[in-house]
C-alpha cells in the first residue's frame, strides 16, 4: 500500500528536467516504468482469479478417478521452494553503494571542472579586445618572447626561422 502512495507522490516529469538526465538514463527510466506498470496490471488480473481447485467437479466429469485423487495429493503436499536471497541482496546494495560513491566522485569532479570553466569564461569576459592589446602587454604576459626579440637583435637576425618556408617570400625586388 505504501508503494502506491510513493508513487502516485513522485513526480517523475520534473525529475527528468530537473536533474538533467541523459536521454538514454531517460529512456531506461520510462522503459522500468512502463514494465512496473505491466507488472502491477497483471498482478491485479491474476489476484481477482480463484486460486482453489474444485475436485469434485472433475471427479463427477473425468472417469479416471484415480488421476483427480493423485492430483488432489499432489496439491495439498505441494511445498513452494523458498530461496535465500540474501547473497543478492548484498551484492545490490554493495553495487548501488558503489555506485552512489562513484556519483559522488564525479559530482565532485564535475563541480571543479565547472569551477574552472567559470573562472576562464570570466577571464575571457574581462580580457581586452586584441586590438586594444600593445606589444608591451603581450611582453608582460610572455617574457620569453621579448628575450627572443632582444637575442635576435644583439645577433643581428632580422627574419623569424621558418617564415618564408610557411608564408613564401613578399618581395618583389
Do not use: C
Not at 570553466?117 to 618572447?145: K, M
Amino acid at each position: 500500500m505504501a508503494s502506491k502512495t510513493a508513487a502516485a507522490v513522485v513526480d517523475f516529469t520534473r525529475i527528468y528536467t530537473s536533474l538533467g538526465l541523459g536521454k538514454e538514463t531517460i529512456a531506461a527510466l520510462q522503459a522500468f516504468r512502463k514494465r512496473h506498470g505491466e507488472a502491477q496490471r497483471a498482478q491485479a488480473t491474476y489476484s481477482n482469479q480463484p486460486t482453489t481447485v474444485d475436485f469434485s467437479h472433475y471427479r463427477s466429469v473425468l472417469k479416471n478417478k484415480a488421476i483427480v485423487d493423485e492430483a488432489e495429493k499432489l496439491l495439498k503436499d505441494f511445498k513452494p521452494v523458498t530461496y535465500d536471497v540474501s547473497e543478492h541482496i548484498k551484492a545490490i546494495e554493495a553495487f548501488e553503494a558503489k555506485a552512489v560513491s562513484t556519483a559522488k566522485e564525479t559530482e565532485e569532479k564535475i563541480d571543479v571542472e565547472l569551477r574552472d570553466l567559470q573562472a576562464t569564461l570570466a577571464n575571457i569576459e574581462e580580457a581586452r579586445p586584441f586590438q586594444d592589446l600593445t606589444v608591451l602587454d603581450i611582453g608582460e604576459a610572455h617574457p620569453r618572447i621579448i628575450e627572443t626579440v632582444e637575442t635576435m637583435m644583439k645577433k643581428g637576425k632580422w627574419s623569424v626561422p621558418g617564415y618564408k618556408e610557411k608564408f613564401g617570400d613578399l618581395n618583389l625586388m
